[in-house]
């Protein structure tokens, strides 16, 4: 007897209500952002220009007895950075004759890839900030620097960019100086980490620490991957997580997180990679892959104290739902944004980072 069979064009197809979707990182800078002056990326909010100040420490020597003070005072150096946040958006569109198909609400789906969205753009707008320069005045995306944007900025900077693992390394020619960071010296380590703090703490106008009590004082150091990697493997770092940190599985050695030294909280930020490796890839002018010793691959890290970066906080992410369009027929589901995020530069310095050039060799 054969039993009567249902075309399989007939047959209802049962799909999830739920549905999985691409793993997305948080902003791995999200715990330094904020609205005081305490954090490495400050929010201003405002809807159009916002105007950032910098005024400068007084640092003359004053007069002492009965000598005249007046016109013997100082002018206050005050500069600015304006930031001027504009719209970002994406949308995702359908119409009723594919909505209807799936049995997993689309509409609901597109609401955190949208959210996504805009946290992975804002993360990116973070990192190209980091990476950006100042050129006599001119602020400059690393992909659009030319050779001549990059001296102009290595030499405003002198006493806050180390080229490798010593300052010598440093004469003002940004790729001959890229060019001396080799993958046996100039590798990431905890010696390189503490000379870092120290051109931040010496570097004039000064780059403030993040402090966390009366007395406590941090910076924040953030990696591409393969830095980060030498540095978690180095012999001091290997020490200093099995001799003075926490024992069992909470232990850096074992489990993925931030590493401690020498007052420098180290952040990993896998992201900074692909990045590297684009500006190649756009701008052979600024070679990152190959412009080390032997066309090693380079990498900046970022040693980062209060108010590197500026957020110019025009809107926050909104997402908005249309289903007018067409009679109702084509709804779709947007997220918009404001913002502007730039390094500060003031008077072409930037103004709370020490940028570091080490290897970062693909093992």
């Known amino acids: 007897m054969a039993n009567t069979q249902t075309a399989s064009e007939l047959v209802a197809k049962k799909f999830l209500s739920d549905f999985f979707k691409e793993y997305i990182r948080g902003n791995r800078f999200a715990r330094y952002t904020g609205t005081g002056v305490n954090n490495v990326i400050n929010i201003k909010e405002g809807r159009k220009q916002i105007e950032v100040p910098l005024v400068t420490r007084l640092q003359g020597n004053g007069v002492n ?15 600015g950075l304006t930031l001027t946040p504009t719209y970002y958006r994406n949308a995702v569109e359908f119409d009723k004759e594919e909505m209807e198909k799936p ?5 609901r789906a597109a609401r955190p890839l949208l959210m996504d969205w805009a946290m992975e753009l804002t993360r990116d707008h973070i990192i190209d900030a980091m990476m950006a320069m100042n050129a006599s005045g001119t602020y400059v995306a690393i992909n659009d620097a030319t050779e001549a944007n990059a001296d102009a900025w290595s030499v405003a900077n002198s006493d806050r960019i180390l080229f490798g693992s010593v300052e010598s390394n440093y004469s003002g020619d940004h790729s001959a100086d890229l060019a001396k960071v080799d993958a046996t010296n100039d590798k990431m380590t905890t010696t390189v980490l503490s ?5 931040a703490k010496l570097a004039d106008p000064h780059i403030r620490p993040i402090r966390t009590s009366e007395d406590e004082e941090w910076y924040v150091c953030f990696m591409d991957p393969y830095v980060f990697q030498d540095l978690k493997e180095s012999t001091a770092m290997q020490n200093a997580n099995r001799d003075a940190r926490q024992r069992g599985v909470s232990n850096p050695i ?4 931030d590493l ?3 007052g420098i909280i180290i952040r990993e930020v896998p992201e900074i990679a692909p990045v590297v490796d684009y500006v190649d890839g756009t701008n052979t002018t600024l070679n990152l892959l190959t412009g ?11 040693l980062c104290g209060a108010q590197a970066l500026s957020f110019g906080l025009g809107q ?6 249309d289903r007018d369009y067409d009679y109702g027929f084509q709804p779709g589901v947007a997220v918009e944004c404001k913002h502007d995020i730039k390094k500060s530069f003031f008077n072409e310095k930037q103004h709370g980072m020490v940028t570091i050039y080490t290897d970062a060799t693909k093992a």
């Open 260 to 262: 401690l030294w020498d």
């Open 316 to 321: 926050r992410p909104d997402v908005i739902v």
């Open 292 to 302: 080390g010793a032997s066309n090693v691959r380079v990498a900046p890290s970022f």
């Open 254 to 257: 074992f489990r993925d997180g």
């Open 195 to 199: 000379l870092a703090k120290r051109i």
């Open 103 to 107: 049995a997993i609400d689309l509409m």
């Open 65 to 79: 007895g009965s000598s005249t003070l007046r016109g013997n005072g100082e002018r206050i150096g005050n500069y």
